[in-house]
């Protein structure tokens, strides 16, 4: 091979191997940044937790973050329907969680998971005013009612460490990330010395 034809190739190799670092330790501080916000993420969402003031029922998915682990109180004027969620019961045993959905008094709608059983079957209940804390859910947001609706048990409190990914999690990512660049910064520099080894054995 030419010496032009081997400088092209050694910058070539140098500039994909900066990129892929580049790229590579790019995501890694991505995770960083993501672990500070989920841990104070989780830090609001503990004080929100020990707050014992009501906060109006979040109508729009903008005031969904701001209710989360909040205490609050709907009016439930009509039941549309109920389905069952898997769910654990206060003292942690796993079932049911009864989830019934609601058209609120005034206009709006809500889901209330009423309470816990190790039936699936739906219970009666008709609707009215009831309390608890607002959680996540999969599509938006629900009421865990406490106390407990239609003779169920109480189920479990939101958990605000029981999220996607904690920010251990992130950091595991991040760390991952980093030694991926690693890694591939080794590969260079073993690929540099082969380089110079079969330069120099040729000379």
Request: with cysteine; hydrophobic share 40%; aromatic share 8%.
């Given at each position: 091979m030419s010496?032009?034809?081997?400088?092209?190739?050694?910058?070539?190799?140098?500039?994909?191997?900066?990129?892929?670092?580049?790229?590579?330790?790019?995501?890694?501080?991505?995770?960083?940044?993501?672990?500070?916000?989920k841990e104070a993420q989780i830090a609001r969402y503990e004080a929100a937790r020990a707050m014992n003031s009501d906060v109006p029922w979040p109508a729009t998915p903008t005031d969904y973050d701001g209710a989360l682990y909040r205490h609050s109180r709907i009016d439930c004027a009509e039941v549309e329907g109920m389905s069952a969620v898997a769910g654990r019961s206060a003292d942690?045993?796993?079932?049911?969680?009864?989830?019934?959905?609601?058209d609120l008094r005034g206009g709006g709608q809500a889901d209330v998971a009423l309470g816990w059983s190790d039936n699936p079957a739906p219970p009666r209940w008709t609707g009215g005013a009831v309390g608890g804390l607002v959680a996540g859910s999969d599509e938006a947001v629900r009421?865990?009612?406490?106390?407990?609706?239609?003779?169920?048990?109480q189920l479990a409190s939101p958990d605000p460490d029981a999220v996607s990914t904690?920010?251990?999690?992130?950091?595991?990512y991040a760390i991952q990330w980093f030694a991926f660049a690693t890694i591939a910064l080794a590969i260079y520099a073993l690929a540099l010395r082969k380089r110079w080894r079969d330069s120099s054995s040729k000379t």
């Amino acid at each position: 091979m030419s010496a032009p034809a081997r400088v092209r190739g050694l910058v070539g190799t140098t500039l994909t191997t900066v990129i892929c670092v580049g790229f590579l330790i790019g995501l890694g501080v991505w995770q960083l940044h993501r672990k500070h916000w989920k841990e104070a993420q989780i830090a609001r969402y503990e004080a929100a937790r020990a707050m014992n003031s009501d906060v109006p029922w979040p109508a729009t998915p903008t005031d969904y973050d701001g209710a989360l682990y909040r205490h609050s109180r709907i009016d439930c004027a009509e039941v549309e329907g109920m389905s069952a969620v898997a769910g654990r019961s206060a003292d942690d045993r796993p079932g049911w969680a009864h989830i019934a959905h609601c058209d609120l008094r005034g206009g709006g709608q809500a889901d209330v998971a009423l309470g816990w059983s190790d039936n699936p079957a739906p219970p009666r209940w008709t609707g009215g005013a009831v309390g608890g804390l607002v959680a996540g859910s999969d599509e938006a947001v629900r009421l865990i009612a406490s106390p407990p609706r239609a003779g169920l048990v109480q189920l479990a409190s939101p958990d605000p460490d029981a999220v996607s990914t904690t920010p251990m999690g992130h950091l595991s990512y991040a760390i991952q990330w980093f030694a991926f660049a690693t890694i591939a910064l080794a590969i260079y520099a073993l690929a540099l010395r082969k380089r110079w080894r079969d330069s120099s054995s040729k000379t």
